[in-house]
């Protein structure tokens, strides 16, 4: 039964704890964290949260690109030739009397300068138009999925300190368990020094203790393991060392917003959100792409400065100004397809993109019910390990006092001690699997704790 024990514990730490190969020594300058400090530092320091914050900054920087769509531009150009060898063109030699014979004439000069500004304005695109709205409408999508990312690193952090918690709790257990046995093991040896037990129950005490050894190591090791995974999870390097306070404290959920949790889910997690900004970008790609088939009209203007002479004896009396504006239009009248081609291309992604979102509705209606199934589930199992370590505590003193009083065996000292570890272990689960589904739940319901909240200039959160 001991063996059976050991194996349940096992099994336990190992369903519960992320495993990762490391060890964390506990020294005067370990930093230790609450879980709110663990959260607030996650969200800082999570690299997948770095990377959301620049993919938002990226889709601003894409707007003000599509803006520039819109306004006016203006160039500079400058240019001066030399010519080695100037041109030439054929005439006749009538300067000779000799019509038939055509004579090359030198042309051009062998300096030339030229400067123009042109500006440019296109007065009427579709494209232009919404190309502006697609990219605020991406813009909006990119700062949903950062939302998403916060929801889902403060659900991650959270579940791994719930982690590391119950690891702890697991080995304080244990190693208490060690302890009530090692004490068991010297009253039955001071017993059986007195005859008053048979040698069988030293030597299952005995048996008791070193079954327990190794039970403990494991739960140490599983417990800096744990640590490991709640470090990756908060973005902190390698090198630093830290450690958790809190404990494992049942804290219930106002079971009334599960009446109406799908709808919380769906008009407001983040992903969900995202997801239908997406297919209205799709939907904008499609009227971008039809643009094509509209004309483009757009108003310039160009200024030239230029001069031309055979010396470098220049000056300002030599340079001639010019400039004209007008109006341009241009349309499309024929590209082998190509512009029908990419309008089905778009209509395509468009529907796949709605479908997709079709299909993350119903996922979240399903994941949201599954949490709440899990939720009240492990409410009950709560309240009935509750009652059951109750009753294991009891039945616990009862053969302890029994044994001492010699109408006991060791035996049922052991079972009892192995009923009541099993109890504590059953009830820190329960409570474990309690706050893993809460996290779970906020995450769907994309709600965020409020010391996860960032304070405003009014001092509210956000």
Same mark, same amino acid.
């Given at each position: 039964?001991?063996?059976s024990f050991?194996?349940?514990?096992?099994?336990?730490?190992?369903?519960? !704890?992320?495993?990762?190969?490391?060890?964390?020594?506990?020294?005067?300058?370990?930093?230790?964290?609450?879980?709110?400090?663990?959260?607030?530092?996650?969200?800082q320091?999570?690299?997948?949260?770095?990377?959301?914050r620049?993919e938002?900054?990226r889709?601003?920087?894409?707007?003000?690109?599509?803006?520039?769509?819109?306004?006016?531009?203006v160039?500079?150009?400058?240019?001066?030739?030399?010519?080695?060898?100037?041109?030439?063109?054929?005439?006749?030699?009538?300067?000779?009397?000799?019509?038939?014979?055509i004579v090359?004439?030198e042309?051009?000069?062998r300096?030339?300068?030229?400067?123009?500004v042109t500006?440019s304005?296109?007065?009427?695109?579709?494209?232009?138009?919404?190309?502006?709205?697609?990219?605020?409408i991406?813009?909006?999508a990119a700062?949903?999925?950062l939302?998403?990312?916060?929801?889902?690193?403060?659900?991650?952090?959270?579940?791994?300190?719930?982690?590391?918690l119950?690891?702890?709790?697991?080995?304080?257990?244990?190693?208490?368990?060690?302890?009530?046995?090692?004490?068991?093991?010297?009253?039955?040896?001071?017993?059986?020094k007195?005859?008053?037990?048979?040698?069988?129950?030293?030597?299952?005490? &005995?048996?008791g203790?070193?079954?327990?050894?190794?039970?403990?190591?494991?739960?140490?090791n599983?417990?800096a393991?744990?640590l490991?995974g709640?470090?990756?999870t908060?973005g902190?390097?390698l090198?630093?060392?830290?450690?958790?306070?809190?404990?494992?404290?049942?804290?219930?959920?106002d079971?009334?917003l599960f009446?109406?949790?799908?709808?919380?889910?769906?008009?407001?997690?983040?992903?969900l959100r995202a997801?239908?900004?997406?297919?209205?970008?799709?939907?904008?790609?499609?009227?971008?792409?039809?643009?094509d088939?509209?004309?483009?009209?757009?108003?310039?203007?160009?200024?030239?400065?230029?001069?031309?002479?055979?010396?470098?004896?220049?000056?300002?009396?030599?340079?001639i100004?010019?400039?004209?504006?007008g109006?341009?239009?241009?349309?499309?009248?024929?590209d082998?397809?190509q512009?029908?081609?990419?309008?089905e291309?778009?209509?395509?992604?468009?529907?796949?993109?709605?479908e997709?979102?079709?299909?993350?509705?119903?996922?979240?209606?399903?994941a949201?019910?599954?949490v709440?199934?899990?939720?009240?589930q492990? &409410?009950?199992?709560?309240?009935?390990?509750s009652?059951?370590?109750?009753?294991a505590?009891?039945g616990?003193?009862?053969?302890?006092?029994?044994?001492?009083?010699?109408?006991?065996?060791? !035996?049922?000292?052991?079972d009892?001690?192995?009923?009541?570890?099993?109890?504590?272990?059953n009830?820190?689960?329960?409570?474990?699997?309690?706050?893993?589904?809460?996290?779970?739940?906020?995450?769907?319901?994309?709600h965020?704790?409020?010391?996860?909240?960032?304070?405003?200039?009014?001092?509210?959160?956000?």
């Amino acid at each position: 039964m001991q063996g059976s024990f050991r194996r349940s514990v096992f099994a336990l730490c190992a369903a519960t !704890l992320i495993t990762s190969h490391s060890s964390v020594a506990q020294t005067a300058d370990t930093k230790r964290y609450s879980l709110e400090e663990a959260v607030k530092v996650g969200l800082q320091r999570n690299p997948d949260l770095i990377s959301a914050r620049l993919e938002v900054e990226r889709a601003d920087a894409q707007v003000m690109e599509a803006w520039g769509t819109a306004l006016p531009t203006v160039s500079l150009t400058g240019q001066y030739s030399r010519a080695i060898k100037k041109p030439v063109f054929f005439l006749p030699n009538f300067f000779q009397g000799k019509p038939d014979e055509i004579v090359p004439i030198e042309i051009g000069s062998r300096h030339a300068v030229n400067m123009s500004v042109t500006a440019s304005q296109v007065l009427f695109n579709t494209a232009v138009i919404t190309g502006v709205g697609a990219a605020k409408i991406y813009s909006g999508a990119a700062r949903e999925l950062l939302r998403a990312k916060e929801v889902e690193t403060v659900a991650r952090i959270r579940k791994t300190f719930y982690a590391v918690l119950l690891a702890g709790e697991v080995r304080a257990m244990m190693q208490a368990t060690l302890k009530n046995a090692q004490q068991n093991l010297h009253n039955v040896q001071l017993m059986s020094k007195q005859g008053i037990v048979s040698e069988y129950d030293e030597l299952r005490a &005995r048996v008791g203790v070193e079954n327990l050894q190794p039970a403990v190591i494991q739960a140490e090791n599983n417990y800096a393991l744990a640590l490991d995974g709640l470090r990756a999870t908060m973005g902190l390097e390698l090198t630093e060392r830290f450690d958790i306070e809190g404990s494992l404290t049942f804290e219930p959920l106002d079971e009334s917003l599960f009446a109406k949790a799908t709808e919380t889910v769906l008009d407001a997690n983040p992903g969900l959100r995202a997801m239908r900004l997406q297919v209205d970008v799709n939907n904008a790609m499609v009227n971008i792409q039809r643009s094509d088939y509209f004309p483009t009209l757009a108003a310039f203007g160009n200024y030239q400065y230029q001069m031309a002479k055979n010396t470098l004896n220049v000056s300002t009396g030599d340079f001639i100004s010019s400039s004209t504006v007008g109006l341009s239009l241009s349309l499309n009248l024929f590209d082998g397809l190509q512009t029908s081609a990419r309008v089905e291309q778009a209509k395509l992604q468009m529907r796949k993109s709605q479908e997709q979102l079709t299909g993350l509705e119903s996922n979240m209606r399903t994941a949201i019910h599954s949490v709440v199934l899990q939720l009240q589930q492990a &409410r009950k199992r709560i309240e009935a390990q509750s009652r059951t370590v109750e009753q294991a505590e009891r039945g616990y003193q009862i053969a302890t006092t029994r044994f001492t009083g010699g109408s006991g065996t060791q !035996l049922e000292v052991n079972d009892a001690q192995l009923a009541l570890t099993q109890a504590q272990v059953n009830r820190m689960q329960a409570v474990y699997d309690y706050l893993v589904a809460s996290a779970d739940f906020d995450q769907l319901a994309g709600h965020l704790p409020r010391y996860a909240l960032k304070p405003t200039s009014e001092g509210t959160h956000q």
